[in-house]
């Protein structure tokens, strides 16, 4: 399942991310998205993780919790369009 993690601090990294998420289970990739010109994140990230019940856990357990004292939104991710 990909897991779209939104409200991130600026200066979050992939493996920050790749050890929370760790938490509940195998994850396969976690992509931060960054901005072209300035080079530091928007604020949003994809996490995958091949096991579904496991990224279930982790939206159960992520959503609207603290991380770096901001409330993280987390859910599954749309297909783009």
Request: glycine share 8%; charged share 25%.
């Amino acid at each position: 399942m990909n897991l779209y993690i939104g409200n991130l601090p600026f200066t979050v990294r992939e493996q920050e991310l790749q050890d929370l998420f760790g938490q509940f289970g195998e994850v396969s990739s976690v992509k931060v998205v960054m901005d072209r010109v300035t080079g530091r994140s928007k604020g949003f990230a994809f996490v995958e993780m091949p096991n579904d019940n496991e990224a279930q856990s982790a939206i159960d357990g992520l959503n609207g919790k603290p991380f770096k004292e901001r409330a993280l939104t987390v859910n599954q991710a749309r297909p783009r369009e």
